[in-house]
């Protein structure tokens, strides 16, 4: 059996939307015309019950999509498209009645070439019942192969294997605005209907998003396009709303929109496996969302996690994207180096330091003080000789009899002492 759902007067740009409606029912689609699309329905009435209930199904998951589809069941795809082109609504049409059904239906349901619609309309034959009436032969001689192979449509007994379409690689949803919209709420109004397209359409395919790309066509002629890379595959139609809010609320638009478009690139769903010994991470939508709200407290790029810099630069970093790390390995097991953990000091805090012999003997700063009982060092780092940001540096650790693990370093530019840290 075939179902074919057909959409009078589909804009070009929705194509892809039925298409990801049909795979929702079924692998093997055809895009049969502009407007209309035809699946395979064989074994699928294990999952969808009847015929008649997976045709209402289709409709159903067709108007949540924002699309008014005619669903038609037969057991040839070309039926399918015919009935669907002819009955609103949803029609199941039974094997061996396909005639009956099509027999009231106008000629122009076949879309014959102009030639054959002319010759056609002299003879008086306006449905396909009285098409299907005539003889064979007689119009294979006057109307050639075409004529036969609407005859063989008239009647029901065409019969061809499917065209497998290839689904489109990025789901697209797009809003043609009447008149523009100048404020931000009556906006993510709008964009919220996307973006529950958008999620609908992904279920259908059981994929996720993992990039979302807004993108405004303003009353001015320019474009204001924003773009967001997503940490994992994410499926929160609330998510990606936020998100978007929280963006255009620190760059909107500069004049008013009148055309909202907005693409998301597909990606496999994403599963996760919680340990039972394991402490559970944070949900990813939840993190994004913090993520978001705190870019938008204290602006861009101060939000992150830092990144070590490819430079011997004491206190070189970035801040790159914070993603929630794999579990950690083992602990530390008895007999290995204990790791100590340096707490800088920013800024670094002059110092006053007597030397013996080279070395440090006496650290005086705020908050340190005392004789050095052991040291370590030093260590000489230098570089970007050929900038202003030039420096050079002699690194020690002490350790002060009072008690305390300090980095200090001496400046090899300006002389000057500094405490650099202290070790936890």
Known sequence: MFACLHVPGLPSFRQSVLLDCAAAFSPVIEQTAPDAVT?????????????????RRMAEH??????????????NPDTALLAARGYPGTLVIPQGREAEFLAPLPVEVLQPPAEIAFKLALWGVR??????????????????????????????????SLTPATLPERLEESIELEHPVALLEPLLFLVAQLIQRICERLKARALAAIELAL???????????????????????????????????AHPPQAPV???RLCAEPAASRSVQHGLFVPRQP???????????????VGEGRVGAPEPLDTHRPDAFRLKRFTVEEAPGPATTRGEPVMLALRRFRPPRPARVEERGGRPHVVMAQGVHGRVVEVAG?????????SPQAYCREEFDVALAGGGLYRIYRDCLSGGWY?????D
């Open 39 to 55: 699946l395979a329905l064989d074994g699928c009435t294990r999952l969808f019950g009847s015929l008649e209930r997976a045709a």
């Open 62 to 75: 067709a108007a949540s999509l924002g699309l008014e589809a005619r669903v038609a069941v037969a057991a």
């Open 127 to 160: 449905t396909l019942g009285e098409l299907a009436a005539l003889p064979e032969k007689g119009l294979a001689e006057r109307l050639g192969e075409e004529g036969v192979r609407l005859h063989k449509l008239a009647r029901g007994t065409f019969w061809r």
């Open 215 to 249: 993108e405004l066509e303003l009353e001015d002629g320019g474009k204001h396009e924003r773009r967001h890379r997503l940490p994992v595959p994410m499926l929160s139609a609330r998510s990606f709303l936020k998100l978007l809010q929280l963006d255009l609320e």
């Open 258 to 260: 009148c055309r909202i």
């Open 283 to 297: 949900e990813a939508e939840k993190l994004e969302l913090t993520l978001a709200r705190l870019s938008a407290l």
């Open 378 to 386: 030093p260590w000489r780092i230098s570089g970007d000789w050929w």
């Open 419 to 423: 405490v650099a840290g202290s070790y």
